[in-house]
């Protein structure tokens, strides 16, 4: 695609043609700057996307690390009431 658009240039510039080249130029420069401003928004909602996944992730762990730690605390705490009669220590 690139080397289509040197060539454009290049026959432009051979013929003669300024004003042609310049309108090319800045056309071609008017495409470059929509591409761009289409891009960074559809960019920044694929960065948010994921960071959402990730804090998802992250909040999933977090839950199944409580859960798992409340167990194994229940399992202590039943384990030690089985061991000392309450009221004594």
């Known amino acids: 695609m690139i080397k289509l658009f040197r060539n454009i240039r290049k026959k432009l510039l051979e013929q003669g043609k300024i004003a042609n080249y310049f309108k090319y130029a800045i056309g071609e420069i008017v495409l470059v700057v929509i591409g761009k401003t289409i891009l960074c928004p559809v960019r920044d909602s694929i960065r948010v996307a994921l960071q959402m996944k990730q804090n998802l992730r992250a909040f999933r762990y977090e839950i199944l ?15 030690y009431q089985d061991k000392v009669p309450i009221g004594t220590r």
Do not use: D
């Open 65 to 79: 690390y409580t859960v798992l730690t409340a167990q194994k605390t229940n399992a202590i705490i039943i384990c």
